[in-house]
């Protein structure tokens, strides 16, 4: 009898071909192990390198990580305002900003930052953020211990002193020759602000001469609202790096995400309890994520009729029929789930409805879904948050997904899947309604909104895509930036 395939190979499996350490205690956390079974095997091969990075990663977290000797000296030397020569530990300290969508993105990007700065990664955890996620490094914890000295998010802003730009503007330190710069005469800690209007061009900080100088200071403490990732590959010093990390640049935050993220028991609770009652066992699904913006609201009727475009072009649903279909077609009685993921339910009642006053014309069955309706945006609710994040999940184990342009919501349900969604157009800033509904994604990579530009100093206004071979503007975003 043919025994099963070795060991090796299926615990290679359950670890995403070595994505995951083997490292951790499975029931800690279940979602680990769990959440690839509910998706198609992922199409972007991971890289050997960036698996002997991540446990190299793993390793020097652990050294320098919170609870260990190492660390208590750390912040003994921040508190004493010293940055000491040739530290053994440094350290990035991610301060949240925005919705959780947002904050996946940047905690994604300040990892990536972390693995080719050689930092630390810890995060400040607010309490609306607390037990959403899994630790990803095994033995250690990613957390921000209590007593750090400069908690307080209300001092991390542009004109903060402390700010790296602001430094330079004020002659704290110098950018000019940064091999002249001794660590020792250095503030202790830097804070990198990397907020959207901040990616451009005068305070661009992704050059090599700027990244030189931060890379002295044993403390960095970083607060970002964009996917900066993208700037990443644009600093000459770490693209090399980063061209051994991701041959396929499309699946950045696709590898990242999968490895950093995992729901705790109790979020993975809600998915799981979801995705088995309503989803598991259907033909295809489908997910709609629809958003609307405060900053450019939109009518319900004019949102509603660009989706119904949208799944009429792109053939998403099947066409409702006049009557019940005579003759059984191939399709007849396969069952499509949508999963509807916003935060008002205006959307689920229409399309449900249509469904179950209708029949469709091939005779397949629409089953219409959706889990919650918040209603409004509470960034400080924990359990709004669980919810939301659960919903990130669902969504990310659908066959197709049509997103709202904008929303970093969507985009890391489509990079977790693997899937280029549709992304459904915003109108012109004078228009009410967008002339053409959706178009296809061609990567399944996040969006920068606000993408730095090329040659820092030269302050040359070049576009980069020109240039770069592995980027291109954002279908939603005209300026914005993906890699692909
Ligand atoms: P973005 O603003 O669309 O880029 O996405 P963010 O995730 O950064 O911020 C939006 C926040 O609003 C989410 O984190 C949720 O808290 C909430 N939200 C928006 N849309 C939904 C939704 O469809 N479902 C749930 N549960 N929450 C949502």
């Not at 091969?45 to 991540?54: A, D």
């Not at 977290?61 to 530290?87: D, F, M, W």
């Not at 990390?245 to 999968?258: C, D, I, S, T, Y």
């Not at 302050?459 to 291109?472: G, H, L, S």
Request: aromatic share 12%.
């Amino acid at each position: 009898k043919n025994v099963s395939a070795p060991t090796t190979s299926l615990s290679q499996n359950k670890l995403l071909g070595g994505l995951l350490s083997g490292a951790f205690e499975e029931s800690s956390c279940q979602s680990r192990y769990k959440s690839s079974l509910y998706r198609k095997q992922s199409p972007f091969p991971l890289s050997p390198y960036l698996v002997q990075k991540l446990r190299k990663y793993e390793a020097y977290h652990k050294k320098c990580g919170p609870g260990t000797k190492r660390y208590r000296k750390a912040i003994k030397q921040l508190k004493a305002g010293r940055n000491v020569e040739n530290s053994e530990c440094k350290y990035v300290v991610w301060f949240p900003c925005n919705g959780l969508g947002n904050r996946m993105l940047t905690i994604a990007s300040t990892f990536l930052y972390a693995l080719l700065s050689d930092r630390v990664l810890l995060m400040h955890v607010a309490p609306e953020q607390e037990g959403l996620f899994c630790e990803p490094f095994p033995g250690s914890s990613w957390v921000l211990p209590g007593g750090f000295p400069h908690n307080n998010p209300q001092n991390l802003h542009i004109g903060a002193p402390e700010s790296y730009v602001n430094m330079i503007k004020n002659n704290v330190i110098r950018n000019d020759d940064p091999g002249s710069v001794p660590a020792s005469s250095l503030p202790p800690y830097v804070y990198l602000h990397v907020e959207q209007s901040r990616l451009k061009l005068s305070d661009n900080v992704f050059c090599d001469e700027d990244q030189l100088v931060l890379s002295k200071f044993n403390w960095m403490i970083l607060k970002s609202d964009s996917y900066f990732a993208p700037a990443l590959f644009l600093t000459p010093m770490y693209e090399k790096e980063l061209g051994k990390m991701f041959p396929q640049k499309e699946a950045v935050f696709h590898h990242l995400g999968r490895y950093l993220f995992h729901p705790t028991n109790t979020v993975w609770g809600i998915i799981r309890r979801y995705y088995e009652a309503y989803l598991a066992r259907v033909d295809e699904k489908i997910g709609f994520q629809i958003r609307i913006f405060p900053e450019k609201p939109i009518k319900f009727e004019n949102m509603y009729d660009q989706l119904m475009r949208c799944i009429r072009e792109q053939q998403l649903l099947p066409e409702l029929g006049t009557a019940e279909p005579a003759n059984t077609t191939a399709d007849a009685g396969k069952v499509k789930a949508v999963l509807i993921a916003s935060l008002y339910s205006g959307y689920y009642e229409k399309i449900r409805g249509m469904y179950y006053e209708n029949p469709t014309k091939t005779g397949e069955i629409v089953a219409v879904y959706q889990p919650s309706h918040e209603e409004q945006q509470q960034y400080t609710s924990n359990e709004h948050n669980q919810k939301a994040l659960a919903e990130i999940y669902l969504l990310s184990y659908c066959d197709k997904i049509a997103m709202t342009a904008w929303s970093t919501f969507g985009y890391v349900a489509y990079s977790f899947a693997g899937v280029k969604p549709w992304i459904l157009l915003r109108p012109d800033w004078d228009k009410e309604r967008s002339e053409v509904a959706c178009v296809r994604s061609t990567s399944v990579e996040p969006c920068l909104h606000s993408p730095p530009i090329l040659g820092c100093r030269a302050k040359r206004e070049v576009d980069v895509t020109a240039v770069k071979p592995y980027v291109r503007h954002c279908e939603d975003v005209g300026f914005g930036l993906k890699l692909f």
